[in-house]
């Protein structure tokens, strides 16, 4: 089974390389082949999660440690990995699957599978590094390939949008290879494993070299007060990509490795715990209340990215401050369960709130919240759906985010948090009155003369929004115990154990 890791960067690279040479031979080869790929890895990814327990190791090459130092190029698939692998495969597929029909306006439709088959690669590649350096290498072939879908439509807001996330994406980058230069110079090695066992335990060097992590990663998952390039890229970039920009790429680049370097790297230190979690807290209060006032419904998206990536960030932080002090595990565990089954349920709702907004621009041409209104007469598929994800979103039963958030809120009460636990319901209000704005001003009400000639959307669209609406319920599914302890459970443990992956990874 180790054997078949590779397989998660191999299949999207080589995808791009085909769509690169037969692409220009074959009409629509590339839209298909990147939807077949991608479908592959979705089954891959459940058959991992389903039949194999605990970490399983790949050494590139076959190299085995030289002088106790692990050269190879580790890749590394465990429950944490599992879970992220399934949300980039599954996401990427129905946004893929949903380009079909959407990029027919596009004129280079062959360059766009590629360059989204290489932030599928850069992601996955991302998820499985066992070492520092090749993370960042993947992490750039991922943002390198969202830069260039951002600015797809070549239009000059577009352009803009991408050149802003360019420059705070180079700083992003800047700031993390300088952390892994010091790190590599403090212990001469870069296997995450092996630098967890040299690291000092606390220290000025630990601090600093955390501070610059989380600014960097920081700013990759667009977290307060990191925040400002997302409204405009996931605002200007084509639905399918705003869809894998908010649902899957902050993730991956950005929350997955703070929560992997700072657990299972880094030793747990109770002042970087808090500032994790205010960030979180401050992400979750001021994403929501900037995206209230908004009319343009991919901006308003967007800023709901950064409160809900808050609650993420506020679930496993209150566990790592719970752990840093000692404190009980289990609630560590329930904590850190929410925050990490929020990070599933956005995936699955903000993925569909972006497409709905891709269908009704599709068919309208604007995403001007005031220009629409009666269009569920017209658009019965896009409506229904987006009434989903929006009582998803705002945490309304028996959607999926209303047990994600219910987690989170009990464990920060159990924890003593109780400010926190205020905040995360205020801002669930808040959310839920941004989100009956949209489905008034863009489906409720009279039909306006200007739509009456506008129709549903073509299949491919419409099944991968009925798929993700259905998922949006499904995974309310995961709150039962055993549901949970094959899908969440392994990837809590690897958090909560943070010295087992080392262990498991240099087999000492």
């Known amino acids: 089974m180790n054997s078949l890791i590779p397989l998660f960067v191999i299949v999207p690279l080589g995808s791009a390389f085909l769509m690169a040479i037969l692409g220009r031979f074959i009409k629509g080869f590339g839209k298909f082949l990147t939807s077949f790929g991608l479908l592959f890895l979705t089954g891959l990814s459940l ?3 389903f039949n ?34 399934l949300i980039i495969a599954l996401i990427g597929f129905l946004s893929a699957f949903y380009s079909i029909s959407y990029t027919k306006q596009y004129t280079a439709e062959r360059k766009f599978y590629i360059l989204f088959c290489l932030m599928i690669a850069g992601m996955n590649g991302i998820v499985i590094s066992g070492d520092i350096f090749n993370m960042y290498v993947f992490l750039e072939i991922a943002a390198i390939a969202s830069y260039a879908l951002v600015a797809f439509g070549v239009e000059k807001e577009q352009l803009e949008a991408s050149f802003k996330y360019q420059v705070l994406g180079g700083v992003a980058s800047l700031l ?40 960097g990663f920081g700013l990759k998952a667009a977290i307060f007060p990191f925040h400002s390039w997302l409204p405009d890229a996931h605002s200007s970039a084509p639905s399918p990509i705003s869809a894998m920009l908010s649902g899957v790429l902050i993730k991956a680049i950005g929350i997955y490795v703070i929560f992997r370097l700072f657990f299972n790297m880094f030793p747990i230190s109770y002042e970087i715990a808090m500032t994790i979690t205010i960030l979180g807290t401050l992400s979750m209060l001021i994403g929501v209340l900037l995206a209230i006032g908004q009319w343009d419904v991919k901006r308003l998206l967007a800023y709901h990215s950064i409160s809900q990536m808050g609650y993420v960030i506020l679930g496993v932080g209150i566990g790592m401050v719970v752990l840093s002090k000692g404190g009980d595990k289990t ?42 209104g009666g269009i569920s007469q017209k658009m019965p598929v896009t409506s229904a759906t987006s009434f989903g994800a929006a009582m998803a979103i705002s945490g309304i039963p028996p959607f999926n985010g209303f047990f994600s958030k219910l987690i989170i809120i009990i464990a920060a009460v159990q924890a003593k948090f109780y400010l926190l636990a205020f905040f995360a319901v205020f801002v669930s209000i808040v959310t839920l009155a941004s989100f009956l704005k ?13 739509w009456e000639k506008i129709k549903e959307v ?38 909560l154990n943070t010295i087992q992956y080392t262990t498991t990874v240099l087999g000492k």
């Open 47 to 49: 058959y991992f999660i």
């Open 52 to 85: 194999s327990q605990g970490t399983l190791v790949y050494k590139v090459g076959g190299f085995e440690a030289s002088a106790g130092i692990p050269v190879a190029i580790y890749m590394v698939i465990d429950g944490l990995s599992k879970l992220l692998l």
């Open 176 to 215: 993390i290879l300088m952390s892994i230069g010091f790190i590599y110079w403090q212990t001469g090695t870069l296997n995450i494993a092996d630098i967890s066992t040299q690291l000092p335990t606390s220290g000025a060097f630990i601090k600093f070299v955390s501070i610059l992590f989380i600014v």
């Open 331 to 372: 609630i560590a565990a329930f904590s850190i369960l929410g925050g990490l089954y929020h990070l599933i349920n956005h995936s699955a709702f903000k993925a569909l709130l972006f497409l709905n907004a891709g269908a009704v621009e599709y068919r309208t041409g604007t995403r001007n919240l005031k220009r629409l």
């Open 438 to 450: 949209v489905q008034k001003y863009t489906f409720s009400g009279k039909l306006k003369p200007a």
């Open 458 to 495: 073509p299949f491919s669209m419409a099944f991968s929004m009925i798929i993700l609406a259905g998922l949006c319920l499904v995974l309310s599914l995961l709150v039962i115990p055993g549901i949970r302890d094959i899908v969440l459970k392994p990837a809590v443990d690897v958090l």
